[in-house]
């Protein structure tokens, strides 16, 4: 898969996964991991590159005596999301071309 096409996915899917609600790295990993493996240092550099671009927030809270950080979606995330279904209609119909799923023989 084209490394661009599947940093964008992999964006997206972090930020479904909070959101709903606020959570911290191994739940999302956690929450991810029916749909997709990433690893510890994969999820850490998504969520650096969209807290960055201001798709997320980040807190620091105690947590049984040590520091985790919470993650919470954006409107610009929302956004990003809402953005990725729309463009997701047009990669359905080029995947279909491609396997020839919409009926069409080639010549």
């Not at 479904?16 to 990433?38: H, M, N, R, V, W």
């Not at 550099?45 to 040590?66: Q, S």
């Not at 985790?68 to 729309?86: N, V």
């Amino acid at each position: 898969m084209d490394i661009q096409l599947k940093r964008g996915m992999l964006d997206v899917c972090v930020l479904a996964a909070i959101q709903d609600e606020e959570s911290y790295g191994y739940k999302i990993i956690k929450d991810l991991k029916p749909c997709i493996e990433l690893s510890e240092s994969t999820l850490y550099t998504i969520l650096k590159r969209l807290e960055a671009a201001e798709m997320l927030t980040v807190r620091t809270a105690e947590h049984d005596g040590r520091l985790r950080k919470y993650y919470r979606i954006t409107a610009t995330g929302q956004k990003r999301i809402r953005e990725f279904r729309d463009e997701w209609a047009e990669m359905l119909a080029i995947y279909r071309f491609v396997t020839k799923e919409n009926g069409h023989e080639k010549d």
